[in-house]
């Protein structure tokens, strides 16, 4: 279980270990090493996905491990409140951008044509605070759309006993 405080609130996360081996000692990797603290959601679409692990508040992107190969054929939907890794059009190109699914994304799911998002874990307690990053409001910053006006940080992603 891993535990995430923001700015907005806190909520805990159940990981898929034994679904998404490579991408579980991945993310674990980066919550070790604290990676993720003072990082940002930078990409909030109500309704789709909330998206971080990768920028600071000033949209400076960190220096990230190697890409891992997708786990998206585990048989993991990408349903409301499951995390899954980002990753740009090559399939196996995520380093330690994830998301959080508003609505289940059944587009998302790898399908005939479609290599799909590997899901790795879900929200276990905390989706009002989920909500809430969802609520914000959002525009163009340096570039990028649905940028949250106000920063939302992840202040602290730690481990905690199940």
């Not at 070790?32 to 949209?59: A, K, N, Y």
């Not at 989920?130 to 940080?153: K, M």
């Amino acid at each position: 279980m891993i535990r995430i405080h923001t700015t907005l609130g806190e909520f805990t996360v159940e990981l898929y270990e034994k679904e998404a081996p490579i991408t579980v000692a991945n993310f674990l990797a980066y919550v070790d090493e604290g990676f993720f603290d003072g990082t940002i959601f930078h990409r909030i679409v109500p309704g789709f996905v909330i998206q971080g692990g990768g920028f600071t508040e000033d949209l400076s992107q960190k220096r990230t491990r190697d890409p891992i190969k997708n786990e998206a054929g585990n048989g993991l939907k990408n349903l409301r409140g499951t995390l899954s890794m980002a990753r740009t059009n090559a399939v196996d190109s995520a380093t330690s951008q994830f998301f959080v699914n508003l609505k289940d994304n059944d587009f998302l799911d790898q399908s005939r044509g479609n290599f799909g998002y590997a899901v790795f874990g879900k929200v276990h307690d905390g989706m009002a605070v989920i909500d809430r990053i969802a609520a914000v409001d959002t525009g163009r910053r340096r570039g990028f759309d649905d940028v949250p006006l106000e920063a939302v940080i992840m202040t602290s992603v730690r481990r905690i006993d199940a």
